[in-house]
């Protein structure tokens, strides 16, 4: 029988322990930071030399040059090409749902003038360079590179730079034609933490950029965190999660799979089922020992339920909602009659997955929305991935000889109260100005 945790909020303890289930804190080996901290310096001390030493000692990927590390656009394309037609279709279809989404994201500049005919507003513009960061090896996601590309994309940013590495050369051909349908404009087969130095700090052959977005390991997470105030960054993301909310009234075995769909990531992996039906949460558990043995990843997913996992009875669906405010959950799947009505009432949730007969997956590949999100309770306070990722924005002021004497006056009396004489002095001459006229 599956050890996973029963919680009910009748416990006197709920909240302590809801608590302790949820907590999450990075841990921060101290031989993770040290060779970070040396793959970094070396990188920004030696550039494309640091760069070649370490891609040759952790990839086993010998180069006389960085040159050699870059693909060229044709190979992106000849990786399209190659694809069986069932995944370049499935591979457009993603593209298209998430550049249509994406597009409704775009902010605009605009302004106005106020009644002394000063002007104000907002110039938006895309960030000049953007980074790529793609996990290779045993991991493959092209959808993580359509669901990065493509916001920075539709922004306009004109160059995205994709690090990605190629252990003893092996790359995956989906990779590369997501990054060609992404709109990637160079890909160098490197990664690690000297990637991320690489793209922060820039190298003779790799531009410095403004911002680097993707997932990665334990080095790369600590090189991002390190590199950020040189260059911005997306998230240090955790584990992913997923909290179900359910009413009683869907399949079990799609509950069960949508609890595996996030387990199977790997063992610190949350997936949680809140629900006032406690026989309901028997039927699933059922379910769940029943399906866990035909999973290809059954021990990561056992492992996860185990240790992070969790079936919780509420008195009502009014509990559930306030569960789900206090986890803030990276996925949210609201399994309920009324899933858009309970959705009007949660404040905290990276994606809010409404109704039966939508899994958390479609959002994953090919729903639209992005599938970067916050994780760890950081939903309280972040949001998804996109196209506002991408663009930086610039206040616009344009005082008029009116505006300038207008609020010159009132500038002035808060920069002495302040003590800052030469502000005072800088508004007033404005002031004296309009009054000479």
Not at 371 to 377: A, K
Not at 400 to 416: K, N, T, Y
Request: hydrophobic share 40%; glycine share 8%.
């Amino acid at each position: 029988m599956l050890d996973i945790r029963r919680l009910s909020t009748t416990q006197p303890d709920f909240w302590e322990a809801l608590r302790s289930l949820t907590a999450w804190e990075q841990e921060h080996e101290s031989r993770v930071e040290s060779a970070v901290s040396e793959i970094l310096s070396a990188v920004r001390r030696e550039g494309d030399a640091a760069v070649l030493r370490y891609t040759a000692r952790f990839d086993r990927l010998q180069a006389s040059s960085v040159a050699e590390l870059e693909l060229g656009p044709e190979r992106l394309r000849a990786a399209f090409d190659a694809l069986p037609a069932e995944q370049q279709q499935a591979l457009r279809f993603a593209a298209d749902r998430i550049r249509s989404y994406a597009e409704r994201q775009k902010a605009e500049s605009w302004s106005y003038r106020d009644d002394t005919g000063t002007l104000l507003g907002q110039k938006v513009q895309p960030l000049d360079r953007v980074g790529l960061y793609v996990p290779g090896g045993k991991a493959a996601y092209p959808s993580s590179v359509l669901m990065n590309a493509l916001p920075a994309t539709v922004a306009g940013v004109p160059e995205i730079i994709m690090v990605v590495p190629a252990p003893d050369g092996d790359l995956d051909p989906m990779v590369l034609a997501a990054a060609w349908l992404g709109g990637v404009t160079r890909v160098f087969t490197i990664g690690g933490a000297q990637a991320v130095g690489a793209l922060a700090y820039g190298t003779e052959s790799v531009p410095a950029v403004d911002k680097i977005v993707g997932p990665g390991n334990a080095y790369v997470a600590e090189a991002k965190r390190r590199v950020f105030g040189t260059v911005g960054i997306d998230m240090i993301a955790g584990p992913s999660e997923i909290l179900i909310v359910c009413d009683g009234q869907t399949d079990p075995d799609w509950i069960a799979m949508d609890l595996f769909s996030q387990a199977e990531h790997d063992e610190d992996a949350q997936a949680i089922l809140v629900c006032p039906e406690p026989l309901y949460l028997d039927q699933v558990q059922t379910s769940i020992e029943r399906l866990l043995p035909q999973m290809e990843r059954s021990e990561i997913i056992r492992t996860s339920l185990t240790r992070r996992g969790a079936l919780i009875c509420v008195r009502d669906l009014v509990e559930a909602e306030e569960i789900v405010n206090f986890v803030a959950p990276e996925h949210l799947e609201l399994s309920v009659a009324q899933p858009e009505k309970m959705a009007e009432r949660i404040r905290h949730a990276g994606a809010i997955f409404m109704g039966r007969h939508t899994a958390e997956v479609v959002g994953d590949y090919v729903a639209g929305p992005d599938h970067v999100l916050p994780t760890s309770r950081t939903a309280r306070f972040a949001s998804p991935l996109g196209v506002y990722d991408f663009q930086k924005r610039s206040s616009l002021i344009h005082c008029s000889p009116e505006g300038a004497a207008v609020l010159g006056r009132q500038a002035s009396v808060l920069a002495r109260a302040e003590g800052l004489t030469a502000h005072a002095r800088s508004a007033e001459y404005r002031v004296e100005d309009k009054q000479g006229e």
